[in-house]
T-cell receptor, first 114, second 114 residues
Framework: DVKVTQSSRYLVKRTGEKVFLECVQD?????MFWYRQDPGLGLRLIYF???????EKGDIPEGYSVSREKKERFSLILESASTNQTSMYLC?????????????FGPGTRLTVT | GQQLNQSPQSMFIQEGEDVSMNCTSS?????WLWYKQDPGEGPVLLIA?????ELTSNGRLTAQFGITRKDSFLNISASIPSDVGIYFC??????????????FGKGTLLTVNP
């Protein structure tokens, strides 16, 4: 089974803090994704990475950056957290090739910024 | 961005009943996927569909890729209490754009009364 793990299930940070969300997958997937999920808005793609050190902006990249130094690990960084970044953050991964659309999700990190 | 119209938004049914939900779009999709999300958890992939007209089952779940490629249906037979959760459809657009990105519906909240 594919396993995607996220470093924290719940996180509370203060406005202006730098926040790191970590995601690790153990299935040698090339692609990794960060989404945020908000009531009424569904899942929105923040960034994705298709290889080590490679990244592409998703639909809502503003206020976020990412880092992928190793194939299995994809980090989401909030440089200066703001209250409107309070949300559920979901990491996902997928293979390259024919099964590239089958994304497997981690359990999520519920971030609260106060 | 492109949105999928998922309906119904919510359903409240009795245990043992069959359930049907669907997603529609004004655009053609190459791939349809169905996910289930339990409260406080990440989405879990249930079924992936790759060809127009394709009908695929996973236990009591059956999903179909619409022949027009603009819709997909998910049916759950003989519902049980653990079917409770939010069901999402997702698709990959035939837009010639990024091959990694999925478009998500906003979900159907299913409640099963024992």
């Amino acid at each position: 089974d594919v396993k995607v793990t996220q470093s924290s299930r719940y996180l509370v940070k203060r406005t202006g803090e730098k926040v790191f969300l970590e995601c690790v997958q153990d299935m040698d997937h090339e692609n990794m994704f960060w989404y945020r999920q908000d009531p009424g808005l569904g899942l929105r793609l923040i960034y994705f990475s298709y290889d080590v050190k490679m990244k592409e902006k998703g639909d809502i990249p503003e206020g976020y950056s990412v880092s992928r130094e190793k194939k299995e690990r994809f980090s989401l960084i909030l440089e200066s957290a703001s209250t409107n970044q309070t949300s559920m953050y979901l990491c996902a991964s997928s293979l390259r090739g024919l099964l590239t659309y089958e994304q497997y999700f981690g359990p999520g990190t519920r971030l609260t910024v106060t | 961005g492109q949105q999928l119209n998922q309906s119904p938004q919510s359903m409240f049914i009795q245990e043992g009943e069959d359930v049907s939900m669907n997603c529609t779009s004004s655009s053609i999709f190459n791939t349809w996927l169905w996910y289930k999300q339990d409260p406080g958890e990440g989405p879990v992939l249930l079924i992936a569909l790759y060809k127009a007209g394709e009908l695929t089952s996973n236990g009591r779940l059956t999903a179909q890729f619409g022949i027009t490629r603009k819709d997909s249906f998910l049916n759950i037979s003989a519902s049980i209490p653990s079917d409770v959760g939010i069901y999402f459809c997702a698709g990959q657009l035939n837009s010639g754009g990024s091959n990694y990105k999925l478009t998500f519906g906003k979900g159907t909240l299913l409640t099963v009364n024992p």
